[in-house]
């Protein structure tokens, strides 16, 4: 396999050209069709890969560690609670001290939008984002729209409408630039007081209502409210947002064919309800499992960048 990406690194979506994108997802699909438990592929032999997760995560932190793990890599664990930050030592001089034992490619995770770019600067490393701050989490982006091309076939005139806190979502923001990429239409639908201002840029559909949203979409993403982002007395209360932007069982099933995705964590009970968790056509769960799988080929990729410098 000779299939490099554009770039040696993926700090936001816009690295990314449309021919990028279905590189990763073919190669998502080999991985697929030949994955069996136990089978370890070598693509990254040889290869280390830090995980460096300065903002928690259960999903995106696992699934690297699996892929990588599933790609023969050596993997190292960073763990911001028993790290030297709590001694004061500062973020970059913490990937420095990394580089020096000899790291190739870095997943990062940090609450600072801009923070793996920062990095990406001052390293010589391959940095992935796993979402930095308000700004973007291109892997997600790759396993939602993944995750869409396998159930309908095609992403182009898809409408996809996102539900929720638009304004502090980098899966938000990465899934609109992807789903733009490849063709798709989105629409978004949200309190005023939780989508950015300067929305027009992204020539999207805004809809008052969830019930306009889910009669236009093939498919709604719901987000999370991001409480730990949010400045207090931005929402009147979690019930009134609930009663306005809450998927109940009943509006799901008004539409026949109409997917859900959740990047997770879901706060159910609040914008979806527990009943709907394992639906048909609910896509949470393949969501995850693609993510695994998506991981595996951008690592793959990343990794012909990490064995071509070895070698000159
Ligand atoms: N979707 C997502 O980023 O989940 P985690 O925060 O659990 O990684």
Redesign the pocket.
């Known amino acids: 396999m000779n299939d490099k990406l554009t770039h040696p690194y993926l700090l936001q979506v816009s690295d990314l050209s449309y021919d990028d994108i279905y590189k990763i997802f073919n190669r998502a699909k080999y991985f697929i069709d030949n994955y069996k438990a136990g089978t370890k592929f070598d693509d990254l032999k040889g290869i280390s890969v830090a995980l460096a997760f300065f903002e928690?995560?259960?999903?995106?932190?696992l699934s690297f560690d699996l892929a990588a793990k599933r790609l023969s890599a050596e993997i190292i664990n960073f763990q911001t609670s028993t790290s030297s930050l709590s001694k004061g030592e500062s973020l970059i001089d913490t990937l420095r001290t990394i580089e020096a034992m000899g790291v190739d490619i870095y997943v990062v995770r940090h609450n600072c939008s801009g923070a793996a770019q920062f990095l990406q600067e001052n390293t010589n490393g391959i940095i992935i984002n796993a979402?930095d701050g308000k700004h973007e989490?291109p892997t997600?982006a790759l396993l939602d729209t993944f995750t869409l091309y396998r159930h309908f076939g095609k992403l182009e005139g898809l409408r996809v409408c996102i539900i929720g806190d638009i304004l502090h979502s980098r899966?938000a923001r990465s899934d609109i630039a992807m789903l733009k990429i490849l063709g798709a239409e989105v629409g978004l639908c949200s309190p005023g007081t939780l989508i950015p201002r300067a929305k027009d840029i992204w020539d999207v559909t805004l809809f008052d209502t969830i019930e306009e949203g889910v009669a236009w979409a093939d498919t709604i993403i719901l987000l999370r409210l991001q409480r730990e982002r949010m400045e207090s007395g931005i929402l009147p209360s979690i019930r009134e947002y609930t009663k306005y932007y809450g998927v109940t069982l009943q509006l799901f099933s008004k539409k026949p064919g109409l997917v859900l995705m959740h990047?997770?964590?879901v706060n159910y009970g609040v914008e979806l309800d527990y009943e709907l968790s394992s639906y048909p056509n609910v896509l949470i769960q393949t969501q995850v499992t693609h993510g695994v799988f998506i991981r595996m080929a951008l690592l793959s990729l990343l990794g012909q960048y990490v064995k071509q410098s070895s070698k000159s």
């Open positions: 928690n995560s259960t999903r995106t932190k979402g989490h997600q899966v990047p997770g964590p």
